[in-house]
């Protein structure tokens, strides 16, 4: 079996470890560049992880950041799919055990 990779990004630490607290103050930065996004792309680009990105947009972070590619990406060894289905079946989860809601019945008038 092989491992499954995944990866976390480091955008947003890196953003304030070098005094950029705020999504807006990326964008005139990355325009600069020639990377020309709206406020809600960068936003997602610094908030969420991407599943996409190109590399022109890559290098133009890592030159406004002053980072390599490593600092920002970082591989990480995938949740192992064991465990996703032991926590989508209920084992391991606290609070609500086995309680489950039942599903509704619509009687008829004469069904009573």
């Known amino acids: 079996m092989t491992a499954k990779l995944d990866y976390q990004w480091h955008l947003r630490?890196?953003?304030?470890?070098?005094?950029?607290?705020?999504?807006?103050?990326?964008?005139?930065?990355?325009a600069q560049r020639g990377i020309d996004l709206s406020p809600s792309q960068v936003y997602r680009l610094v908030v969420d992880k991407p599943e996409r990105l190109s590399l022109k947009t890559l290098v133009a972070l890592m030159d406004i950041l002053g980072c390599r590619m490593e600092e920002l990406i970082?591989?990480?060894?995938?949740?192992?799919?064991?465990?996703?289905?032991?926590?989508?079946?209920?084992?391991?989860?606290?609070?609500?055990?086995?309680?489950?809601?039942?599903?509704?019945?619509?009687?008829?008038?004469?069904?009573?």
């Not at 064991?82 to 606290?94: H, M, N, S, T």
């Open 13 to 30: 630490t890196i953003m304030a470890s070098r005094g950029l607290f705020s999504t807006t103050d990326l964008r005139p930065l990355l």
């Open 74 to 112: 970082e591989p990480v060894a995938a949740a192992s799919e064991r465990r996703r289905r032991a926590v989508a079946d209920g084992a391991g989860e606290k609070g609500v055990g086995t309680f489950r809601p039942k599903r509704a019945r619509i009687t008829g008038e004469n069904d009573k």
